[in-house]
């Protein structure tokens, strides 16, 4: 019993195979993919897609953001952003958030609130990749 999942970025499709099951990172927690699980949209925080087939791990996705459709036997992420996990480079990360930061001050001196919304979670999003980038050379 497996589900058809698709993770696209605005330049590409990611990836388009079957998996047992894929927990991804919800808005309001994680929301675990997979076969007959009732039809719904949500949005996508910062963090994780792990990729099951059985009780195994077998591939693990960072993706910034987006929202996610779920269906029956598919499910369809549109992110932001979407990096393999072990392609994570701390360096990038940190001039990311260097730079998010810096477009949040500007934004601030502005007033303009929906920017400064957009930001924040663009810098909290970077964060996790931060502390994901570092946990993975430990």
């Known amino acids: ?12 499709v990611v990836l388009s195979q ?33 990729l099951y087939e059985g009780d195994k791990i077998t591939q693990s996705f960072f993706v910034e953001g987006g929202f996610a459709e779920m269906k029956e036997t598919q499910c369809t992420v549109l992110a932001k952003e979407v990096t393999k996990l072990d392609a994570l480079s701390e360096e990038k990360v940190r001039q990311r958030l260097a730079t998010l930061e810096e477009s949040y001050k500007e934004a601030a001196k502005g007033k303009d609130a929906d920017k400064q919304r957009e930001l924040i979670e663009d810098i909290q999003g970077a964060r996790v990749m931060l502390e994901l980038a570092t946990s993975e050379k430990k």
């Not at 991804?24 to 997979?34: F, K, R, S, T, V």
């Not at 699980?37 to 963090?47: D, K, S, T, Y």
């Open 1 to 12: 019993m497996s589900i058809q999942l698709e993770i696209i970025s605005p330049e590409e």
């Open 18 to 50: 079957n998996v047992d099951m894929a927990v991804l990172p919800g808005l309001e927690g994680d929301i675990a993919a997979m076969e007959g699980h009732a039809p719904m949209i949500f949005l996508l925080r910062g963090g994780v897609i792990n």
